[in-house]
């Protein structure tokens, strides 16, 4: 007796939603596409927000910037929330085993007190900085308009609280876990004169209702600087002062910001190259974000390098333009 045994190819009614084939075609889609596109309610509200009763609940006026389908703003790295909480398991794998390795290896007392008193009134209070660059980014999640763009705004914002926490670690690995660092780092940004024009500019951003222009403020200006100041030249005089093994602990912070970075570009990118109001507009919010920033940071940048203050504030102002550049701001080897 023989067994003969056949298979069967049953081809699929449909190979997607209805909504992703009228984007992509009746063809099988991503799970970034899928997760993605048009996932946004757009139509047939109950109700109006009673905080802002002019606005629907979604509402592409919050800014005034314009787009013919804000699914344009997609996001280059694909990240859907199962990819995002993958790529951000990984790093913090990598963040948490650098932090155990400082702690269990006592590290800290390596780091001569003046070093540590440094870190502390001049690294930590970035912590409440990152915490403003939180809630900036669920504002744009908040009131930005697209599936597309909000879902990786709350991603951003969700990077930015773990910068955060990971910022007051630093501070709790120096004092053994007693939280005296995060005091005196607390008192700091509250008290002390360098931090004061930091802290009315996070205000103000706070407050800011275009969440276009603080998305230009925050990813585009205030990223930068936070990268070339904190994490290149205050890293370079850590490991210059006999305290590079706190590098290994800003890492994560690091890698967040690059990727955002690049994510960031590619909004602003598209945005610009939407129409020339977009671009012009964008432009005016650059400039007036660096001139602001520049001024808010100028002390403290002054109080951590001295005289080399100028010449850090060039090289950000340099940075910012190239990134303007790439984005299609201003031309390039031009100056905006």
């Not at 389908?69 to 990598?94: C, E, H, I, S």
């Amino acid at each position: 007796m023989s067994l003969e045994i056949k298979t069967a190819t049953i081809d699929p009614v449909r190979q997607t939603y209805a909504h992703i084939a009228r984007r992509f075609g009746e063809k099988p889609a991503s799970r970034y596409q899928e997760a993605t596109y048009d996932a946004q309610a757009a139509v047939n509200f109950h109700y109006r927000p009673l905080w802002m009763p002019e606005k629907e609940l979604n509402d592409p006026t919050h800014t005034t910037l314009t787009m013919q389908d804000w699914y344009a703003l997609k996001d280059p790295r694909q990240f859907y929330y199962g990819a995002y909480v993958q790529n951000r398991a990984k790093m913090q794998d990598t963040a948490e085993s650098n932090y155990a390795f400082f702690e269990k290896r006592n590290l800290a007392s390596l780091i001569e007190e003046s070093v540590k008193t440094r870190i502390i009134t001049g690294l930590l209070p970035l912590r409440h900085v990152e915490q403003t660059a939180n809630l900036n980014m669920m504002s744009c999640c908040a009131y930005g308009y697209g599936t597309a763009l909000t879902q990786a705004c709350l991603y951003a914002a969700m990077d930015r609280l773990g910068i955060a926490q990971y910022i007051s670690r630093i501070g709790l690995s120096l004092d053994d876990n007693s939280g005296e660092s995060l005091a005196v780092a607390k008192k700091a940004w509250m008290e002390e004169p360098v931090w004061q024009g930091v802290r009315a500019l996070c205000e103000e951003l706070l407050v800011h209702k275009d969440w276009g222009e603080l998305f230009v403020a925050q990813n585009l200006v205030v990223d930068t600087l936070l990268n070339i100041v904190f994490y290149q030249h205050f890293d370079k005089w850590l490991s210059a002062n006999g305290a590079r093994d706190i590098s290994m602990l800003t890492e994560f912070m690091q890698s967040c910001l690059k990727d955002q970075a690049g994510w960031a570009d590619n909004v602003l990118k598209t945005l610009a190259a939407e129409n020339e109001t977009n671009r012009e507009q964008l432009k005016i919010w650059m400039e007036k974000w660096q001139e602001k920033a520049f001024a808010a940071y100028r002390p403290i940048i002054a109080d951590l390098f001295g005289n080399e203050a100028d010449n850090i504030l060039a090289e950000t102002a340099v940075q910012i333009q190239q990134r303007a550049a790439k984005i299609g701001l201003i031309e390039k080897g031009k100056k905006a």
